[in-house]
């Protein structure tokens, strides 16, 4: 059954959210709850108070996971009502937005959805999933476009919402190319590889002077992943390392940055994602101090080869030269005022 016991506090909030200079007219003009003029009203109003709402969307392997809060109480409230509302309309096909493809067809393919509302102290935490890869799709259009609403309010609201094929597409740019927030968006990578640079091999060499190459493996292997983590969130972007020739088979690049990678660049490259995201290519040559765990197998001291052997099995990340082209840094930076999603390798 829908928790409608909230809705006499919903109605408060809601008429002074959206009346907030006429609030004495309201009461009488409000329509009963559960009706779509009811929903609607809780909808417009969550459209206008966007800025207040914060959203984080997390993909799982069958659907999505999305956490949408506020700090205000009163708009909290609107949260939890709207979700409860709109899954008691996918329980009983009550439909809204029909001129919009994407909720038209998530409406059609609702007994294949599996959805689970939790209500927290500041609105709602929201799992959806599915058996069917089209559902799963379309669950994936449906959370970008219900972030979108949050992060732009009205404004995205009269747009149909963009299938998450179409967001996911990505278009190789030229560097000259690039717009003024693209540029933006290219300095913002770089400031982040960077940063990710100097944090890995500063615990590079202070494991090398501490405990050998041999030694080092160990906690490159634990650190590098970590301080991948720490920078994307600090600087708001995705961000990893990869190479055509990996060590760690988990470093493999995101789908937009193989595409760019195949002939082997050594200079930057970027793509542009239909999100607004740039993706951003970046070269990473060897050192002389990269030899002693990249360098020709016979070259390797022999505690180095056995712990490279033991970490990866799979390891091609031996045979390099100073100068030689190791591998990229990528990074993927969305577009202004946006956190970037999390990268599913
Ligand atoms: C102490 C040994 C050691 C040294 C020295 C070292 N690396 Fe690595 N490198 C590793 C290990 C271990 C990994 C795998 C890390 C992981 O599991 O993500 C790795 C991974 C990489 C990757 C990621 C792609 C892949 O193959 O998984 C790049 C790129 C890379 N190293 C470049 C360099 C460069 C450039 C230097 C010198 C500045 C260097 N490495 C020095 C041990 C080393």
Not at 116 to 134: A, F, L, N, Q, Y
Not at 186 to 198: G, K, T, V
Request: proline share 7%.
């Amino acid at each position: 059954m829908l928790a409608r016991h909230a809705a006499p506090f919903v109605l408060l909030a809601l008429t002074a959210l959206l009346t907030p200079t006429r609030a004495q007219d309201a009461p009488a003009s409000s329509p009963a709850p559960g009706t779509l003029a009811y929903d609607k009203g809780v909808w417009i109003a969550l459209l206008r108070n966007h800025t207040a709402i914060r959203r984080e969307v997390r993909h799982l392997e069958n659907g999505v996971e999305a956490v949408t809060e506020s700090d205000d109480p009163a708009i909290a409230e609107l949260i939890r009502d709207h979700a409860l509302a709109m899954k008691h309309r996918m329980t009983v096909g009550a439909r809204v937005r029909v001129w919009d493809p994407v909720f038209l067809e998530l409406f059609e393919h609702a007994d294949k959805v599996q959805l689970r509302v939790t209500t927290t102290d500041k609105g709602v935490s929201i799992v959806e999933t599915s058996d069917d890869p089209h559902t799963v799709m379309l669950l994936r259009s449906h959370a970008a476009g219900l972030s979108d609403f949050v992060r732009e309010g009205t404004k995205a609201s009269g747009k149909a919402t963009p299938y998450w094929t179409e967001r996911t597409h990505w278009t190789p740019i030229d560097e000259a190319a690039l717009s003024e927030s693209q540029r933006a968006q290219r300095d913002a990578a770089i400031a982040a590889r960077d940063a990710m640079f100097a944090a890995l091999f500063a615990r590079l060499e202070s494991e090398l002077a501490a405990s050998g190459p041999a030694g080092a493996i160990a906690v490159c292997k634990e650190q590098a992943p970590l301080i991948a983590a720490q920078v994307a969130e600090e600087h708001a972007v995705q961000i990893g390392r990869t190479s055509d020739r990996l060590r760690n088979p988990a470093n493999r690049a995101p789908e937009w940055a193989e595409a760019l990678l195949a002939d082997r660049p050594a200079e930057p490259r970027y793509s542009a994602g239909a999100d607004g995201s740039l993706g951003v290519a970046l070269p990473i040559r060897l050192g002389a101090n990269c030899l002693a765990c990249h360098g020709e197998p016979a070259d390797l001291a022999p505690e180095t080869r056995a712990a490279l052997a033991n970490a990866y099995p799979a390891d091609q990340a031996t045979g390099f030269k100073a100068g030689d082209l190791r591998g990229w840094f990528w990074v993927q930076a969305p577009p202004a005022g946006e956190t970037a999603p999390k990268h599913a390798p």
